[in-house]
């Protein structure tokens, strides 16, 4: 980072993702190409309306039997989904860093999740107690399941995490802001270690048709920059960093998988649902910039790449402006095609994913890629993973409602892997 | 009798994360963990399994897990007999 700041690194990594449950599941199916989305067929119950099938993808595999396995505890149903997707990324990146129990987390600590939407499992079947049983009485733990902070909450009780703890919202670019956010923590000098990342579970029948509504959701599969691309598809996960002061991370030598080199935050303030080049072109310059990445260097490139028309359209012209001359020689990537779009737990997600790229020297491939749209011309890894040489990876979210982050990573500054 | 009273503790155990062991007549609430929440948390779970209502003063004297397990099982009982 910039100036005397204390510099940043990674060192813990944890996912849970419809490619499969642990960082290293994650990682493979990515690499070898296996996607997840899937035409599911969605039943709203006897007082919802007509069934209908949506592409989405889905965790397969029993979550919740890992997570009890892992904690050597009961959770059963005392969490929402979305919680569980932060409880079980989080432990796995605090075991890996090598921190569970460990004094630091007591108060020098932060930790801040995003989230797109809450509760929203435990919400509708609250509505559908409420409207559609006219049951009088709801579930005495209904609130604390459904609050946008449960996962932070749960992930500190779990841990004992008491530093600076709290959620934060941004649509799709919410985890970006959370690692924005942890980093500052330690920048600033209030804490030595940042949990951060994000979680989502909306994959229920009713926040489906409201996705339908806002016309982005293909109804085959997602292809991003492709041409033929026809919307996104949602997605379910969490996954979390353990973000820590290179200082501390060498006085206790803890292993540095990676370094948060850049952060460029921007807002639109334009529109909804359409992007605008101004802002993400703001925020990624902002990130190379502070990372020192518009040298010429290769830089791995993990799009937003929704698949929706505007969205690759606007960002590969705003890769273009941003590299200039260079734009064609960096290699770009999209895992929203294998894993959908986690929205909250998007950025940490293909954080996580880039992250094992950039260590293994290897990109994950485009899926669904139909072939070119003159808008979208970039260096697009497609059909298989490719072997890159690039050193930093530019990861980059465009919220709906205008909202940008883009983070710069650079490989372990001590040359160490993952 | 005994078949609804096993039946009743599982219950518990899975709404309260207690484990089944613990879950014996002399324990009290409070060792037992089952604060107010918990408690309501289980009471929502009797009714919706057994469709029985259960009004809030019920467990007003309460301190034990074996005098609340009786006035679970009374009321389910009291329903299945009427």
């Known amino acids: 980072m910039t100036g005397q700041a204390r510099r940043i690194v990674v060192t813990g990594l944890g996912a849970v993702s419809p490619l499969g449950i642990g960082t290293k599941d994650t990682w493979i199916a990515a690499r070898e190409g296996r996607g997840a989305i899937r035409i599911h067929h969605f039943d709203p119950g006897p007082n919802g309306p007509e069934t209908r099938d949506t592409a989405a993808a889905l965790i397969s595999g029993d979550l919740l039997g890992a997570l009890e396995t892992a904690l050597g505890r009961r959770v059963g149903a005392s969490l929402d989904p979305f919680a569980l997707m932060a409880l079980a990324p989080a432990h796995e990146a605090l075991a890996q860093a090598g921190l569970l129990q460990a004094p630091v987390l007591e108060h020098r600590t932060a930790l801040v999740l995003g989230h797109g939407f809450a509760g929203i499992h435990t919400l509708e079947a609250s509505f559908e107690r409420f409207y559609g049983q006219k049951a009088a009485r709801m579930h005495p733990l209904t609130v604390p399941k459904v609050m946008v902070s449960a996962p932070v909450s749960a992930v500190a009780m779990e841990f004992k995490i008491r530093g600076p703890v709290f959620a934060v919202s941004s649509a799709c670019a919410s985890s970006g802001h959370a690692i924005a956010q942890g980093a500052g923590f330690i920048r600033g000098g209030e804490c030595d270690v940042a949990v951060v990342g994000g979680s989502e579970a909306i994959v229920t029948p009713c926040c489906l048709r409201a996705w339908e509504g806002l016309q982005a959701m293909t109804p085959t599969t997602c292809r991003p920059f492709s041409a033929g691309r026809d919307g996104m598809a949602i997605g379910e996960g969490g996954a979390v960093l353990v973000l820590e002061a290179l200082d501390h991370a060498l006085a206790r030598g803890a292993t540095i998988l990676a370094e948060l080199a850049g952060v460029g935050l921007s807002s639109d303030a334009f529109h909804w649902t359409q992007p605008s080049l101004d802002g993400a072109v703001r925020a990624m310059s902002r990130a190379c910039e502070e990372a020192g990445a518009l040298g010429g260097e290769s830089v791995l490139i993990s799009t937003h790449g929704t698949g929706t028309p505007l969205n690759d359209k606007n960002e590969a012209a705003a890769i273009h402006t941003v590299f200039g001359k260079s734009a064609l020689r960096h290699p770009v990537i999209a895992t929203k095609s294998a894993h959908g779009h986690l929205i909250g737990a998007a950025t940490a997600l293909q954080g996580v994913i880039g992250l094992m790229a950039l260590a293994e020297g290897v990109a994950p491939p485009i899926l669904n890629y139909l072939g070119a749209d003159a808008d979208c011309d970039l260096d697009l890894v497609v059909e298989r993973a490719r072997p890159i040489e690039a050193q930093a990876m530019l990861l980059n979210s465009f919220a709906f409602g205008g909202l940008n982050t883009s983070l710069v990573f650079r490989r372990s500054p001590r040359g160490e892997g993952v | ?82």
């Open chain 2, 1 to 82: 009798m005994a078949e609804l009273r096993d039946e009743l503790i599982d219950l518990i155990a899975d709404e309260a994360l207690i484990e089944r062991s613990k879950l014996v007549p002399e324990a009290t609430l409070a060792d037992l963990g089952l604060d107010s929440v918990g408690v309501v948390s289980v009471v929502f779970a009797v009714e919706e399994k057994y469709g029985v209502e259960i009004t809030e003063d019920a467990f007003k004297d309460v301190t034990d897990f074996g005098a609340f397990l009786a006035v679970l099982e009374g009321v389910v009982e009291t329903k299945r007999a009427a």
